[in-house]
């Protein structure tokens, strides 16, 4: 039997996930919300669902519980600013952090970036929490993709 992993440690072994860096969003009725998922993956394809965790002291989440609604924008690799404005390394706090890029929406309302290498955009279904952290389960009711703009990646705490 092993020790358990601390945070610190549990993060470090994450990092050796390549994955695409992505920003949920969502616009309540005081404007929009957004931050950077350290987690989004798929869950069903019948019917078409995604899983992103949200830490219970994030911002956002108030915004997505109350719209029910959140969009999962994958951005590419020259938007390493907003990766780190959405992650909180920038000087933008709050709906300012959407000044930095073009935003539209699809079906739900929230956020959608222009620039995106893809988009999920969700419904809000259920939320399950655990922990400090806040499951948000949300079937995709709308879609965008571009593949000619190559993905921001993030890999063992670098963006490459």
């Given at each position: 039997?092993?020790?358990?992993?601390?945070?610190?440690?549990?993060?470090?072994?994450?990092?050796?996930?390549?994955?695409?860096?992505?920003?949920?969003?969502?616009?309540?009725?005081?404007?929009?919300?957004?931050f950077?998922?350290?987690?989004?993956?798929?869950?069903?394809?019948?019917?078409?669902?995604?899983?992103?965790s949200?830490?219970?002291?994030?911002?956002?989440?108030p915004?997505?519980?109350?719209?029910?609604?959140?969009?999962?924008?994958?951005?590419g690799?020259?938007?390493?600013?907003?990766?780190?404005?959405?992650?909180?390394?920038?000087?933008?706090?709050?709906?300012?952090?959407?000044?930095a890029?073009?935003w539209?929406?699809?079906?739900?309302?929230a956020?959608v970036?222009?620039?995106?290498?893809?988009?999920?955009?969700c419904?809000?279904?259920?939320?399950?929490?655990?922990?400090?952290?806040?499951?948000?389960?949300?079937?995709?009711?709308?879609?965008?993709?571009?593949s000619?703009i190559?993905?921001?990646?993030?890999?063992?705490?670098?963006y490459?």
């Amino acid at each position: 039997m092993t020790d358990a992993i601390d945070a610190k440690t549990f993060w470090r072994a994450l990092g050796s996930r390549a994955i695409g860096v992505a920003i949920v969003t969502a616009k309540g009725a005081n404007g929009p919300a957004g931050f950077l998922a350290l987690s989004a993956t798929h869950l069903t394809a019948d019917p078409p669902t995604m899983l992103v965790s949200i830490g219970q002291k994030t911002s956002a989440l108030p915004v997505i519980l109350e719209a029910k609604h959140f969009a999962i924008n994958y951005i590419g690799r020259d938007r390493e600013d907003l990766a780190r404005e959405f992650g909180g390394q920038g000087t933008l706090k709050g709906a300012d952090r959407f000044d930095a890029g073009e935003w539209t929406t699809l079906a739900t309302g929230a956020p959608v970036l222009n620039s995106a290498v893809g988009v999920l955009d969700c419904e809000l279904e259920e939320t399950i929490e655990r922990h400090a952290t806040m499951i948000a389960i949300g079937t995709i009711k709308a879609f965008t993709q571009n593949s000619t703009i190559q993905p921001l990646i993030s890999f063992a705490g670098r963006y490459l």
